[in-house]
């Protein structure tokens, strides 16, 4: 499994209801996509939950290469870039991955990135990082993503939820606008 996420951060002054008709309209073309574990559209708000940004930044769950090899290359990605702009791509390679079949009810997101130590003990921390993603699932998260990814050491935490959480400084929170899932 992969995860992945681009974001594209808009003006403060932006009408992010541009955004949110944008989730609206073109998220359904997503549902049910091949190898799509789930995408999470996602926006915040500046001011809002912390935020110093306006931002539009979906997350995805790829079951297979393939799927996400699918989507950068096609026509979606494209129409994307030509009208926000090029973007850096961010992926992890996903270390847990649950998800809850209450899903379809997330209605906020988290995301925290850590930075992994050099010589740090990986296989000690991806057990911490599977067993932290098992019991956020069990303590209300609709879906629960860990990974890695090894050219930048950094380490991705995200979470699906129906009631934004309690966060802390370092997390960014979303709110999701649409949510594709396979059919």
Known sequence: MIAMQYSFTMPADYDMSIIDRRMREKGPLLDGFPNLGFKAYLSARRNKFGDRDNLYAPFYLWQKPEGANEFLCGPGFEALTGAFGWTQVRTWIVWQAAVSPDIAAAAFATRDIMQTEPYA???????????????????????????????TWTRVRFRLWKDMPEIGDQTQAYRVGHLSLPR
């Open 121 to 151: 003990p990986l296989a000690d921390i991806r057990r911490a990082e599977s067993a932290e993603a098992v019991a956020d699932l069990e303590a209300g998260a609709l879906a629960s993503v860990s990974g890695f990814e090894p050219t």
